[in-house]
């Protein structure tokens, strides 16, 4: 592409990203523009993509084609300087067993150049951010998940840096840990970061996340805001129907201006209005339904399909 | 990808942060370390030093209990480098991701397999260190010049540490190393001079010892231990240099491979 037509203050511009594993393309040509500011999100099913587009990203997946700058400089040649001004929270937990919290917060300071005596502040300030002071001392085979995950951004914060990625953050945490990393990551966005996430938690991706792609086989399949996605690609109302395809779908199936999608036992009927659904629905006192509005779940089942992957 | 991996390894000195890391993790274990690098040798010094020691006597000149002292510091110094770059570094590359940690920060791989090997060869010398004090103690050492043998721990260290990262590289699991140990690391041990002279050897089986590390290793540390002349220290060293060079490119070669997916 053109340098006129490049946003001027992209945290990742990347074009045709590509990444092959031998014969197999995991990663088909994608394009990202990160701008300066914000969270966005990587949504996408199990297998999609994610973690390796973010390697990539990072460097430490070398890309199989396609250009790729992070904070303005390029990928691969300014590797160093580039993991110097970026966090990084991995998908799976990576500290050094051998170490307590607060020494291996001092180990990860000095891979960036920095003195352990130069940030004792920082590692107290970070630790009290988490709710990990009272573990400081603690092995790491004496903490939860969650801690270890807290650990984990508190690892990615020790340089100060200005982007940061995470790979699913919340992945198997119970939701007071959840709520507490939420409010975290908000914070980081308000204090002037850029913030770039995967996730296959809607309601995560719809929290936190300013601009978002969904990505599936390795491909992009939309990008917009979380708002912007449900309007464009989901009809206002949606009902939902637990049971037997057999008793659901003659009730709900070809109402004019509707569709009907069927994950296991729940029948989701997404309309344009209402009244027609809810007219079939008197019809059939024996289902129990909700109403709700749509959210980026239903953008999520409509675009990356229902059946299960691994 | 693949002339990515053949390129010249080009560290820098944050590489020290490598080993550092290492060094702040041996010293919180430093008994279960010692213990294991340092158990078997003297094991072998008391049996066979004092059993053997009674029937031969002398080899060349030398004590028989101070020659196999000479002989176990310089296999010590090969098993802990080889040891530690093997099974550690897989335990550090695969099960902990430590590695995966610090490619995230301004480290590279190249930064960590000159830690890496740094760190195994002063490993070797930590852990052989004490043999050479239990070696003193137990009368095995009467000259000063066995201190400049400590060097020579650290080169046999370097030397080792390469081809331990490449077979740490090419593992899929810690029984692979068994191929390894059994094809060079024990018939070095037993062949290379460690309990007899190389000199007694059949010529063909010779210049198959004098090919390998262990030998050379061994020529450089006895004559310092026992206090006598060293006899082509250059040609010794050299060897060990060598080894230490090639198994360096190798083992960035090899570990690059494997990281970088
Ligand atoms: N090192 C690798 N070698 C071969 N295939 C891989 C490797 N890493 C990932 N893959 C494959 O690439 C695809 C995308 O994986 P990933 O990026 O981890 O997906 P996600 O993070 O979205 O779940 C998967 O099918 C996975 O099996
Ligand atoms: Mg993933």
Not at chain 1, 159 to 167: G, K
Not at chain 1, 285 to 309: C, I, M, Q, S, W
Request: contains cysteine; aromatic residues 8%; proline residues 6%.
């Amino acid at each position: 592409m053109s340098l006129a037509s490049r946003p001027p203050d992209a945290v990742v511009l990347a074009r045709g990203l590509t990444k092959k594993f031998g014969e197999r393309t995991v990663v088909c040509g994608i394009d990202l523009t990160i701008p300066r500011g914000g969270c966005f999100g990587l949504l996408g099913p199990n297998g999609a993509g994610k973690t390796t587009t973010l390697r990539m990203i990072i460097g430490q997946s070398p890309m199989s084609g396609g250009t790729l700058s992070v904070l303005g400089l390029p990928m691969p040649d300014a590797v160093r300087e580039i993991h110097a001004r970026t966090g990084v929270v991995p998908q799976s937990d990576n500290q050094d067993p051998d170490f307590t919290v607060v020494e291996n917060l001092r180990m990860y300071a000095r891979y960036f150049g920095l003195r352990p005596a130069d940030v004792a502040g920082r590692i107290d300030e970070l630790l009290g951010f988490l709710e990990l002071s009272d573990r400081r001392d603690a092995r790491m085979r004496e903490l939860s998940g969650g801690m270890k995950r807290r650990l984990s951004i508190a690892r990615a914060l020790i340089n100060d840096p200005e982007f940061i990625m995470l790979d699913e953050p919340t992945t198997g945490l119970d939701p007071q840990v959840r709520h507490l990393i939420w409010t975290r990551l908000r914070q980081l966005k308000a204090s002037g970061k850029t913030l770039l996430l995967t996730t296959h938690y809607m309601d995560e991706a719809e929290r936190l996340c300013d601009q978002l792609v969904v990505i599936d086989r390795g491909r992009i399949v939309t990008q917009g805001s979380p708002r912007g996605l449900i309007s464009e690609h989901v009809e206002p109302h949606v009902i939902e129907v637990q049971g037997e395809a057999g008793s659901v779908v003659p009730v709900l199936g070809g109402i004019p201006g509707s569709r009907l999608l069927t994950v296991g036992e729940t029948h989701y009927c997404y309309a344009s209005e209402l009244g027609p659904v809810l007219a079939r629905l008197e019809g059939a006192p024996h289902l129990r339904y909700t109403h709700r509005t749509a959210n980026l779940e239903d953008v999520f089942l409509k675009l990356t399909g229902h059946e299960l992957r691994e | 990808m693949a002339y990515m991996n053949l390129v010249l390894p080009r560290p820098q000195i944050s590489a020290l942060k490598i080993w550092q890391r290492n060094l702040l993790v041996w010293r919180k274990l430093l008994g279960p370390s010692m213990a294991f690098s340092f158990g078997e040798p003297v094991i072998y010094l008391l049996g066979l030093g004092y059993g053997l020691g009674q029937f031969i006597g002398e080899v060349g000149g030398i004590p028989y209990f101070t020659f196999l002292a000479a002989g176990l510091l310089a296999a010590s110094a090969m098993n802990v480098a080889s040891f530690e770059g093997m099974f550690s570094v897989f335990t550090r590359m695969t099960h902990q991701q430590t590695y995966d940690a610090i490619l995230a920060t301004p480290l590279t791989v190249d930064d960590i397999v000159a830690g890496e090997m740094l760190w195994c060869a002063t490993k070797s010398l930590l852990n052989t260190l004490p043999i050479l004090v239990v070696a003193f103690l137990l009368g095995a050492i009467e000259n000063w010049s066995a201190l400049g043998a400590i060097p020579v721990f650290f080169l046999v260290g370097l030397c080792f540490a390469g081809p331990a990262l490449v077979m740490a590289a090419l593992a899929a699991s810690y029984d692979f190393f068994n191929y390894y140990t059994t094809l060079l690391i024990t018939p070095m041990f037993i062949f290379s001079g460690v309990f007899y002279p190389v000199a007694t050897l059949p010529a063909i089986a010779q210049v198959v010892v004098n090919i390998l590390p262990l030998s050379h290793a061994i020529a450089l540390i006895r004559p310092l231990v026992a206090g006598q002349p060293l006899v082509d220290p250059a040609l010794h060293v050299a060897v060990l240099v060598a080894y230490a060079a090639v198994g360096y490119v190798a083992a960035s070669v090899f570990i690059r491979r494997r990281l970088i997916r």
